[in-house]
């Protein structure tokens, strides 16, 4: 496929760093010599770089290919070689740091052509959603998970609701701008999923270091199968489904332990109850 | 009335707790705005969960086939290829089928109570393989909402997490993982023949020992024979068994069928049980009764058989789903046509129709 061409390149994710390193656990009797204490989005940059090996050994050439870029929101000199010191210390690969102030972040995904903003704190991966920046959110791992797959879900009531039933939600309590946002979330998990098919079909389904999954939390199993057809349009075969029809989250997801859930902010939309 | 499902499952710290009914609150929006025929799936915590797998609820042993002898990438390609055909029924159809009519009788009962049965596909399938899956599903009109398709993983881990309370299969080894889990569980057979079963009750027949009951008077029987046997029970008439593997399910029908009681409907309740044991009445079969009372339990109907087969006894009573520790059982309720479910727990495993089992068979 000659558009296949066009869009190879590395796949860009970005990361803050706070998110790389837990810097609410430094305290006044911390060894300033020691590195950085370790974040949660460390269990994901080895994943990715797992995938980085993979596809390199299947083809030393490979352009398609992971690349994580660390954001910093301003922090002092000295912070910025403790972070570029950690990096080097914990074997991690970044490709660039950038250092700049708050009202930045978003100019500054955009212009590096970010393909994906990972961040474990939902609001900021709401506001780069609403501002067409395709976020999702970085599971919460636990440092011992077994790193030879980089698991990803995506949400199956965002991708498998028609626009009637998302234009529907207003009924229920979601904002125009809220609908805007999981519209615009929509075409951002499109062209994601379409690099992440390109890589995963360099593998086979057996023993492959890419793990896609769709949960549909809130859908009943005809939106599920609508979200699976529709990510098999867009070129990208998935290994686990579930549906919940509203059961509860949280057990399903801790024994999926994925690294990136994409739900396009689905679930910030926290006040609905109080609508019910 | 007491809890189906102990609190603790319930979510651990209020934020968790308020997504939780955020999820359960937009589910429950959806499936109203569907305007469908199809009920909406009740919440796990109140309901009693079966879990079945994909090849117990429906028949896929030509699919199988290729599976094994072409390998999973052509398994696959064969199922999406073959997507919009529906499966054939499988050996748990029967029972999840009438596992819905309770629901409907039910809900006209009590419109609001969420105690209902909650149907769950767990399989080991890839997520492509569930689009033949859902289309089948649909075809038959049935009301399962919820599945998990693990992609090869294994399920034991969704099992708890979906609050399973009995789980069918066709894989011994994951049901025998999941009984080790302490969650209800049986490897399904297909009868022989096929046998005309209630559309309007369901009918759940349980043995008693290793199945209801721990397998200690199995132990005895086993090692020492049945003259200990009947003594040791006569002895310890009023001391109650320990519990088995199925008791907590037998316990989860017995509140659903309070319900219908609560509503003087207990002459047309659409859930009947039964007991087929081999203990006999007169020697053993006390201590049985007086193990269920003092738990609580009733069962509608105790069948003591003082050994002789219970193939014929079955075809009488028309299970929708027959429980039984000892192959050797299962294979003579299969015969008859009795859809047959093994629970691999306790002795029995060890011995075939009475005798040891040689270590290298038990190994197979």
Known sequence: ?276 | MSEIKSKEAAAADKKEAATEETDWAAAKAHFENLKSTKPRPPKPINAVTIAVSSRTLFDMVAERKIFEEEGVEKYVQHQQDHESEPLKPGPAFPFVKALMTVNERLRKLYPDSEELFDIVLMTNNHAQVGVRLMNSINHYDMAIERFCMTGGQSPIGYLKAYLTNLYLSKDSKKVQEAIEEGIAAAIMFKPDVETQLSETQLRVAFDGDAVLFSDESEIIVKQHGLDTFFEHEKQHENKPLAQGPLKCFLEALGKLQKKFYAKNERLNCPIRTFLVTARSAASSGARVLKTLRSWGLEIDEALFLAGAPKGPLLLKIRPHIFFDDQMFHIEGAKEMGTIAAHVPYGIGQKYNKGKLIEAEKQQK
Request: hydrophobic share 40%; glycine share 6%; net charge negative.
């Open chain 1, 1 to 276: 496929m000659e558009d296949e061409k066009n869009r190879t390149g590395p796949l860009m994710i970005a990361l803050q760093y706070n998110d790389l390193f837990d810097l609410d656990s430094i305290s006044a009797s911390t060894n300033t010599e020691d590195a950085l204490p370790k974040g949660r989005a460390v269990a994901f940059v080895k994943a990715v770089q797992t995938v980085n090996e993979r596809l390199v050994e299947q083809n030393k050439s490979e352009s398609l290919l992971f690349e994580v870029i660390l954001i910093a929101k301003e922090c002092s000199e000295e912070i910025k070689m403790k972070i570029v010191e950690s990096v080097k210390y914990y074997g991690l690969e970044i490709g660039k740091f950038f250092f700049f102030k708050k009202e930045e972040l978003i100019n500054t995904l955009q212009s590096n052509k970010v393909k994906l903003f990972l961040s474990t704190d939902r609001d900021d991966v709401c506001e780069a959603l609403h501002t067409g920046i395709p976020a999702a959110l970085l599971y919460e791992q636990s440092d011992d998970h077994v790193l030879s797959q980089l698991k990803v879900i995506f949400s199956g009531d965002v991708i498998g609701f028609s626009e009637d039933s998302l234009d529907s939600l207003s009924d229920f309590g979601f904002s125009e701008t809220q609908i805007e946002t999981l519209k615009a979330a929509k075409i951002c998990m499109k062209e994601f999923a379409v690099l992440i098919g390109q890589m995963k079909r360099r593998f086979g389904q057996e023993n492959s270091p890419l793990c896609i999954c769709v949960l549909t939390a809130w859908g009943s199993t005809n939106v599920c199968v609508s979200a699976l057809k529709t990510l098999r349009e867009w070129g990208l075969d998935v290994d686990e489904a579930f549906c919940l029809a509203g059961a509860p989250c949280s057990p399903i997801l801790a024994v999926i332990k994925p690294h990136i859930i994409w739900d396009g902010g689905l679930h910030n939309m926290r006040d609905l109850s109080a609508h019910s």
